[in-house]
Structure formats: structure tokens, C-alpha cells
């Protein structure tokens, strides 16, 4: 198969995933947050499949779920967020993959996903919210900092899923 059209098909497949993870596959977390199971399908994009291919799941996914799902008003700075936090958990994902293996690192890990996280969700998102919406930051970011939590540690489980299913997903890749 010629690897631009499977890179394609990748990413193709990566964006249905992510949907149907985060409308299907909810977990209630807090009041109306959900854990969105979609973060693992951007995990495991962003350890074992590529850059462009994960920035275009977290993005793209997120643009399709929410007019398909759920509504315009999250879209802006839910996907722009999204966006930010595939592209830096690749990089991120990319020096844990080539480091050693150990408590110290994986905690390293952890600690940078939440920041990640937190750059995406209350920075990027509280922040676009503001410009649209012209609501008060403190709002924005008291109500994102719940999707905050909850999406964090959908990404610690992700995370955890990602290093355990390299192997395979990585063969069936590169076959």
C-alpha cells in the first residue's frame, strides 16, 4: 500500500476511534464530566503512531464529535486544546520512549502529562472560551479545571495503555 494512503487510512481510522470512544465509552467522573475514553485512542496515537497522524486524531476527532455529539460551543478551545496536548504528549512520549525505564522517569511522565493537560484545557480552552463566549477567565477556568481532572487522568490511563500496547500496535503498523 502506497504510505501516504496508509498514513491516511491511519489517521482516518485514529478520528473514527477518538469519536466513538468519547460518545460511547463515558465513565462518570464529577457532577456532568465524564471520563472521555477518547484520550486513549490519542495516547496510543501520539506513543506508537506519529506526530501528524496524533495532532490530526486530537484535533479532528474533537471537531467531528463535537458537531456530530455535542455542540459548536466547545468546539474552539476543546480542539485547539486537543491540539496542543497530542503534539506535546508526542514529544513527551518520544523521550520516555527512548529513556530508561524507572519509577523516576514514569513519574517524570505523570507529572508532564498533568501539566500538559493543563496547558490544554485550562489554558488553551478557558482561554478561546474567553475571547468567544466574553465570559470572566476565572469562570472559564474554575469550569475547565473539572474537564481538566477528568481528562488527565483518562491521559494517565491512556498513558499506561500506550507503553503496554506499543509492541503490537507498532508491528501491525509497520507491516
Known amino acids: 500500500m502506497n504510505r501516504s494512503v496508509k498514513r491516511i ?11 466513538v470512544f ?7 467522573f464529577f457532577q456532568n464530566y465524564y471520563l472521555a475514553m477518547g484520550y486513549l485512542v490519542i495516547a496510543v496515537y501520539c506513543y506508537s503512531i506519529g506526530l501528524p497522524e496524533a495532532v490530526l486524531t486530537g484535533f479532528l476527532g474533537t471537531v467531528l464529535y463535537c458537531l456530530l455529539f455535542n455542540s459548536i460551543n466547545g468546539l474552539p478551545g476543546w480542539s485547539l486544546g486537543n491540539a496542543l496536548i497530542s503534539f506535546c504528549l508526542y514529544q513527551l512520549f518520544q523521550w520516555y ?3 530508561k525505564k524507572g519509577v523516576i522517569n514514569t513519574v517524570l511522565a505523570i507529572v508532564a502529562i498533568t501539566l500538559i493537560t493543563a ?4 489554558g488553551i480552552k478557558s482561554v478561546t472560551e474567553v475571547f468567544l463566549y466574553r465570559q470572566p477567565l476565572a469562570v472559564r477556568v474554575f469550569n475547565n479545571s473539572h474537564a481538566f481532572v477528568a481528562d488527565a487522568v483518562t491521559l494517565y490511563i491512556g498513558f499506561a495503555v500506550a507503553v503496554r500496547t506499543d509492541g503490537i500496535v507498532s508491528r501491525q503498523i509497520n507491516r
Open 9 to 19: 487510512s491511519i489517521t482516518a481510522l485514529g478520528i473514527a476511534m477518538y469519536i
Open 22 to 28: 468519547t460518545a460511547f465509552f463515558r465513565i462518570p
Open 97 to 99: 520512549k527512548n529513556s
Open 119 to 122: 496547558l490544554g484545557i485550562i
